[in-house]
């Protein structure tokens, strides 16, 4: 349907179905038309407040990544255009990331010296790829597949990374060339080049550190002596901008870097220059596993958290066009020489309590970010190095959850021991090896235990049409009836195990003339399962029992009626437990009393 044909169009329906379908590809439309004059100050006064908190991360970010620090602030721009277009989110930030940032310094270190223009390159190469797997993942629709990390691992990951991200920064911080990427090789160097500390940066560094981890604790100092819940926030928050501002200003009054002081330097007072990322077939090789990893450990962090904030405003959030979303942003970043980006979780919650109402937001942030890289740039030249580092430091321990260990150790080993096994590869091997493990461990914890689904045989609780575990109730019992009820979807990895549990029940209730199972839980039955059922059905027919269904759901009888194993089914189908029951029951009644009738010798008159 053309757009003249819609405006001409008078049916309702007709503009409705286009309106949806444009507002699918293009979120933006589903909000633009109806913009005002109260959303506009709204997103303006949160811009601005996102832009004081911007500038300091994403200089340190890119710095992290082994980038110029430009590179963070281009980052900040075009990218956040792009999501305004194509993002469901009202309120995420998109841009630099800490863990994005040290897995993006992890995957172009080893093939370029960081700083150097094929490094720049390779990351906008690296963002490249990034955008189009996020892209081509949302246009095919594969959000689901965040779900292959779980919860525990994901929680262990951003544990072991903000560690390792604090760990990384310590060099920095004390003035020591940096060097790893593992736990063990940063501590390695730290204790082997002790002796190359250099007294003014440490002073300076662990000043800012403490500055910083103080304005963390200031909030309820702050409400104690009357300031509201938002002014008392706001101003915690522009801690790590005081801290620039005035460790800025400490170097350019007692020049510092003419004392060893490493600083940020001069920054170019240009906006992002257009250029293409390179197209080398080894690069791209080298750089697609890395960029797939940054894609999904990106796309979980920004969904988690826009979901979690879209809830509070009752607003939606779409994880597949966010894909696509963030898929267009690190597009956006690859072609303004920038660095793989995705949503941050600070600068979110920044913007979300600020008041932001739209993406516009990010888009007006975007502006401030470029007014900065016009105008301010000359200020920033005197910035240490070490401030950058405290900061990434204090930013990447909030992502450390030992509360969740401890959580997750009382309510399950197994997930626990996931998390351990994350941590521990994520620390000796790097990001990357974490998240290949998580996803790993995920996987195999999933087919572990729905492999071995749980079942229980059901009884009757008395004058009741409920039915539950005989294991945890006094209920009604048949010695001929065995009611096994299936909690879990039959599928390929737990097919047998349903054949095994069948057939031990069958070994032992030798007086069982029928069994039915109970499929309220059952939401897929594919073929190996199909096969099952139909092998349990021919070896229970072969010992004289009968084999019932109930409960089935509708997609799942659908799928059944497509095969012949309703035909050959033994026995019937029915739509809730209590009916077998009552049925079987009857019928078992009725066969006695036949029995009875037929052994009974007549009387003699």
């Known amino acids: 349907m053309s757009l003249w044909r819609w405006k001409s169009s008078d049916d309702p329906r007709e503009q409705i179905h286009f309106r949806a379908r444009l507002a699918r590809y293009f979120p933006i439309s589903g909000w ?37 620090a430009i590179t963070g602030l281009y980052a900040s721009m075009l990218p956040l255009l792009a999501y305004t277009v194509f993002g469901t989110s009202r309120t995420l930030a998109v841009g630099p990331m800490a863990i994005v940032s040290l897995m993006t310094a992890a995957a172009l270190s080893p093939l370029y010296a960081a700083g150097t223009p094929s490094y720049s390159q390779a990351a906008a190469t690296l963002a490249m790829l990034s955008g189009l797997i996020l892209a081509v993942m949302g246009l095919l629709r594969l959000g689901f597949f965040a779900n292959f990390l779980s919860h525990p691992v994901v929680s262990g990951l951003l544990t072991a990374s903000g560690i390792l991200i604090a760990a990384s920064q310590f060099a920095g911080l004390l003035g020591i060339g940096g060097s790893g990427f593992t736990l063990i ?10 002796d190359a500390l250099h007294w003014p940066t440490f002073a300076l560094g662990a000043s800012a550190l403490l500055f910083l981890l103080l304005m963390r604790r200031a ?4 409400r104690r002596l009357g300031l509201g819940p938002g002014a008392a926030t706001f101003i915690v928050r522009l801690g790590p901008v005081i801290a620039v501002a005035t460790t800025t200003l400490l170097s350019w009054w007692l020049d510092l870097p003419a004392k060893g002081v490493n600083v940020v330097g001069d920054i170019p007072a240009h906006l992002p220059p257009l250029a293409l990322p390179s197209f080398d077939p080894s690069l791209l090789r080298d750089l697609l596993l890395p960029a797939f990893l940054i894609s999904v450990v990106g796309f979980i962090e920004s969904v988690s958290l826009a979901q979690m904030l879209a809830a509070r405003r009752r607003e939606r959030v779409a994880p ?20 793989p980006v995705t949503g941050s979780l600070s600068r979110t919650v920044i913007n979300f309590d600020a008041g932001a109402r739209t993406p ?26 070490a401030t950058l580092a405290a900061s990434i430091i204090v930013s990447a321990l909030t992502l450390v959850d030992l509360p969740g260990l401890q959580r997750t150790w009382r309510y399950s080993r197994s997930d626990f021991a996931a998390m351990c096994m994350t941590i521990l590869l994520t620390f000796v091997e790097g990001v990357e090896a974490g998240v290949m493990a998580g996803v790993g461990v995920s996987l195999a914890l999933y087919l572990y235990r729905t492999s071995r689904p749980h079942t ?8 009741t049409e409920h039915f539950r575990n005989v294991q945890r109730h006094d209920t009604e019992v048949d010695g001929e009836i065995a009611l096994l009820r299936i909690d ?15 057939y031990a029940l069958l070994a032992d209730r030798p007086s069982m003339q029928h069994i039915v199972l109970i499929c309220s839980a059952v939401n897929l039955i594919d ?12 070896r229970l027919k072969d010992s004289g029992i009968t084999l019932h269904l109930a409960e089935v759901k509708g997609p799942v009888m659908d799928r059944l009626k497509k095969s012949d194993f309703l035909e050959h089914l033994t026995g019937e189908s029915y739509l809730s437990t209590y009916a077998a029951w009552t049925d079987l029951r009857h019928r078992l009644h009725d066969e006695s009393l036949a029995e009875a009738t037929t052994s009974t010798p007549p009387r003699e008159s």
Request: hydrophobic share 55%; proline share 4%; aromatic share 8%.
């Open 219 to 222: 909030g309820q100092v702050l």
């Open 488 to 502: 879990e979807s039959l599928y390929f990895a737990n097919a047998r195990y349903l054949e095994d549990t069948v």
């Open 32 to 68: 633009l038309p109806y913009y005002n004059r109260h959303l506009l100050s709204d997103d303006l006064v949160a811009a601005i407040i996102v832009t004081l908190m911007v500038i300091p991360q994403a200089l340190a970010y890119a710095i992290l990544a082994g980038l110029p």
């Open 527 to 538: 073929a190996s399962a199909l096969e099952s059922l139909e092998a349990i059905n021919n």
């Open 456 to 463: 229980a045989e059901v009884g009757r609780l008395p004058g």
């Open 360 to 385: 516009a937001a990010g888009a007006f942030a975007a502006v401030g970010v470029a007014l900065v890289i016009l105008f301010l740039t000359s200020l920033i030249a005197y910035l240490p190095v």
């Open 185 to 194: 090789d940063q501590l390695g160097h730290l204790v082997t080049h002790l």
């Open 320 to 339: 597949d066009q966010e894909l696509v979303g963030l898929g267009t942003a690190n597009l956006a970043a690859a072609f303004s020489s920038a660095m």
